[in-house]
């Protein structure tokens, strides 16, 4: 059984796990059609990649913001300009379309080839008016292969669909107004007009979609001057909930170009189109992502063969790397399951399962908040807020299920430790006497969310068909709010004719620890919940009995974008 599911609301929507039945097998793919897959190889100088990410990423390093561009990567990762001559000749001797990646291959080729090198059968499978190619079986790797490390996106699982339903109920103590543009705005202080070409796309995987009229709609009751969403790469197939949810809330940040890209596939698939657009300077500066699933059930998702869960992971993180040394920054949604995750929402195990892409080390992972409930006055004069109301409270808790009805995603990570900006607010947090979980898990990893954002009754236009708003809730929420925040900095830092901060996270900790009110925080909160239920202290993370700079359950905090931009003045000055 094989599973993926979107990082996604579970208040109004939950998603409800699938397996391979959703997928029909349609029919045997013609031998004459193309199908595109990747060679993996083995990497080189790992340790430098990531010591001039760490450099380029530190504002008081001298490579500061001087990304590289792709050819300068390999530079490092394949030093001595190895080929592959053997794989290059391989390749064309059996008809496979490649190009050559530094560390890998992505190639194109006739089904009559592929399966012949590889001893698959490929078939086309066909959910919810979703085409997608796979083989029924593994691939063998050949021994003229022996360099191939793994083979992504020939038999890789089938990603179905997550089921989804309506389920409103009131929460006591939270504000169940729409959390619009205006509060958002009076939340985290944002008074800006961009002047700069910006853009932020959201990225989606094997189902997503949009309808422009929907977007028309929302831009109109929010008070946002309309712009059109610009299809990037990937199919539409609208209408998707978590693509709609992902792009309204960037809409809300007026003046900035946001884009839709899909894969049909997962991850190292997906770095593949994002690398290529980077080469043609098409790639938006800031990509958001709203899905994920256990870091140590990959394998659950994507075909492995011949390699762990920890090596996709791994593999996925040097693509984020490289990324992040283009000056791109990839900002991820930290789950909806609390510390235990979907592969476990009954707390059956001893284990904490962290969401990846969200625990990758060099992305920005955003959890959630929700909106106190307050009896605030505010001269609202969006359509939204006027005809529906909106929240008017500043206040926020970090989300749990018994508060809101499922729990945002906290943690460690299991495969890499802390870098070195975190170093001191982890152990900040981990000598705070507070309570530490008796279960397994890193303390010694990488800090899980970099920080939080509503993630409570956002407002979508058009879901399910309606023609109407829908309140949506999930770390979906804030991953694509805090991305138009961001492209907000982007352009701040243009407007003072600085770099865009790209691999944002070392910066965002500096800020922390210099200028700490440029977060707001909680004394409350925990990730010992799931969707399903509360377990118990040993099943997740607590906020500390002290203020500390950083815990797993909001991260840094709130940001309050006004008080970011005046630090950032005197950082810079």
């Known amino acids: ?138 691939y063998i790797i050949p021994d003229e292969y022996l360099e191939i490390k793994f083979i992504d996106g020939l038999s890789n699982y089938l990603f179905p669909s997550a089921n989804k339903k309506i389920n409103k109920f009131q929460v006591p103590n939270s504000d169940n107004r729409y959390f619009g543009k205006e509060t958002m705005n009076m939340v985290y202080n944002i008074t800006y007009n961009p002047t700069n070409k910006i853009s932020v796309v959201a990225w989606e995987f094997m189902e997503g979609g949009y309808v422009q009229s929907d977007m028309d709609y929302s831009q109109f009751y929010n008070n946002v001057k309309d712009r059109n969403v610009s299809l990037l790469i990937g199919s539409n197939n609208p209408d998707d909930v978590e693509t709609d949810l992902d792009l309204e809330m960037m809409l809300n940040y007026q003046g900035i170009d946001v884009y839709y890209g899909e894969t049909d596939g997962w991850l190292i698939e997906s770095y593949y189109q994002m690398i290529d657009l980077a080469n043609q300077n098409k790639l938006p500066d800031i990509i958001s992502i ?19 869960s920890q090596e996709y992971v791994l593999q996925s993180n040097l693509n984020f790397n490289k990324l992040g040394l283009m000056g791109y920054t990839v900002v991820v949604s930290s789950g909806d399951a609390g510390s235990k995750g979907r592969t476990d929402e009954t707390c059956v195990t001893n284990i904490l399962n962290p969401d990846f892409p969200g625990s990758s080390p060099y992305v920005v992972s955003v959890g959630a908040t929700f909106a106190l409930e307050s009896n605030n006055t505010m001269n609202f004069t969006s359509l939204l807020c006027e005809k529906y109301g909106c929240a008017t409270g500043n206040l926020s808790n970090p989300v749990s299920y018994d508060l809101v009805g499922w729990t945002t995603g906290g943690n460690f990570d299991g495969y890499t430790n802390a870098s070195s900006w975190e170093i ?38 058009g879901v399910y068909g309606e023609q109407d708003f829908n309140a949506i809730d999930g770390t979906s929420c804030s991953a694509p709010m805090f991305a138009g925040l961001l492209a907000y900095v982007n352009d701040y830092q243009l407007q003072k004719t600085r770099n865009k901060v790209g691999p944002v996270q070392q910066l965002l900790y500096l800020l922390a620890y210099e200028y700490p009110t440029v977060f707001t925080k909680s004394n409350y909160g925990y990730t010992y919940c799931t969707e399903q239920m509360c377990c118990t202290p040993n099943d997740g993370f607590q906020t500390p009995p002290i203020s500390t700079t950083w815990n797993p359950v909001y991260g840094l905090g709130q940001p309050n974008f006004g008080l970011m931009t005046e630090a950032l003045d005197k950082l810079f000055s």
């Open 1 to 138: 059984m094989s599973f993926i599911f979107k990082i996604l609301f579970s208040i109004m929507i939950i998603s409800v796990s699938a397996h391979h039945s959703d997928w029909t097998m349609k029919r045997k793919l013609n031998l004459d059609e193309k199908v595109r897959f990747s060679l993996i190889l083995n990497n080189e100088n790992l340790d430098i990649l990531h010591d001039t990410f760490v450099n380029i990423s530190n504002p008081y390093h001298k490579s500061y913001g001087k990304y590289l561009n792709f050819d300068e990567i390999n530079q490092i990762i394949n030093p001595l300009n190895i080929t592959y001559s053997n794989i290059i000749k391989q390749n064309i001797l059996n008809g496979f379309d490649c190009n050559f990646y530094g560390d890998s291959f992505n190639c194109n080729s006739m089904v009559a080839n592929i399966e012949k090198v590889f001893s698959v059968e490929m078939y086309e499978y066909v959910n919810n008016n979703k085409l997608i190619k796979r083989s029924v079986k593994d």
């Open 424 to 461: 001191f607010a982890n152990n900040e947090y981990l000598n705070s006497g507070v309570y530490l979980p008796n279960s397994s898990w890193n303390r010694y990893g990488h800090g899980v969310p970099t920080l939080t954002m509503n993630g409570h009754n956002c407002p979508v236009y």
């Open 290 to 308: 709203s899905y994920g699933w256990s870091e140590y059930d990959m394998c659950s998702i994507t075909t492995c063969n011949n390699i762990t």
